[in-house]
């Protein structure tokens, strides 16, 4: 039995504001997360809240009475596990969450780290939509309409996007929106791309050296929810003569970062 409350990183709140018994009440709730559907017995919540019985019944008692938690079975072999009342919270919180708003902070401090065109995608049907963009500093500003409809094979957006895709889906959507060749660099086989996209996933970002543009150069990364799916990709775009001094892998590790940053605000797991 893993012990209370030490499963999601705890803020620093004055002692004085701090209520015990909804403390324990929420270390409850931590308890029975990892538990399988068998739920938890009365005498494991006591061991793992460090009380008595007593006390761990009136906790689970009173969640019970809420929602969070639900009874399993009956006297001896009465277990408890998590209620719906949670699962209705959730829907909640995942409602509220607006990506774009949730990404825009990381994407302006992307762009002020590097000083290139940071922009916000999804895959919508079988195009990478651009949703959101932070424009970098000068007189150079990159094509990229929000709402705009892009092919996703010559994009670092849309390469990302695509590389969480079956292997099926992929072909799918060559099927509808071919390969066209945008400049000489243009991936326009469909066996490379997959082998592009293979490099994709080993490296966890996505490059377009001069596939959609002459001259520009665009490096993506994933975007994840709270189910660890990718629903969105992040990408730098600038000039390929202004590479930074870390050069592609530094740009890579830049992207992958805020990416992170951004997928832990919509509760991706670690990793």
């Excluded at 004055?14 to 209520?19: E, K, L, N, Q």
């Excluded at 408890?80 to 919270?89: C, E, F, H, N």
């Excluded at 957006?157 to 079956?166: F, R, V």
């Excluded at 929810?225 to 990709?233: F, G, I, S």
């Amino acid at each position: 039995m893993a012990t209370a409350g030490k499963s999601t990183p705890e803020l620093e709140i004055d002692a004085r504001y701090r209520v015990r018994s909804v403390e324990r009440a929420l270390d409850v709730l931590e308890l029975l997360a990892p538990a399988d559907a068998d739920g938890c017995s009365l005498a494991d919540l006591a061991r793992g809240l460090g009380t008595s019985k007593s006390t761990a019944l009136a906790l689970v008692r009173t969640l019970t009475a809420r929602g969070f938690v639900a009874e399993v079975g009956s006297g001896r072999g009465r277990r408890y596990v998590l209620g719906l009342a949670l699962a209705r919270l959730g829907d909640l919180v995942l409602s509220q969450i607006d990506l774009v708003g949730v990404a825009l902070p990381s994407l302006r401090a992307m762009t002020d780290e590097t000083g290139w065109t940071s922009r916000l995608g999804v895959l919508d049907d079988a195009y990478a939509v651009m949703i959101g963009r932070v424009d970098g500093p000068g007189v150079v500003r990159f094509r990229s309409n929000l709402a705009q409809h892009e092919l996703p094979h010559c994009s670092a957006i849309g390469k990302t996007l695509l590389s969480h895709l079956p292997e099926e889906r992929v072909r799918e959507i060559v099927e509808r929106t071919g390969l066209p060749g945008r400049t000489a660099t243009t991936i326009t086989d469909v066996e490379a791309l997959l082998r592009d996209l293979e490099q994709v996933r080993a490296r966890q970002y996505a490059v377009d050296d001069e596939e959609d543009s002459e001259g520009v150069f665009c490096v993506g990364a994933a975007v994840r929810d709270h189910r660890d799916t990718c629903v969105a990709a992040i990408s730098l775009t600038g000039l390929k003569l202004t590479l930074p001094e870390g050069g592609i892998d530094g740009l890579g590790q830049v992207v992958r970062r805020y990416a992170a940053e951004i997928s832990t605000s919509l509760g991706a797991p670690p990793g």
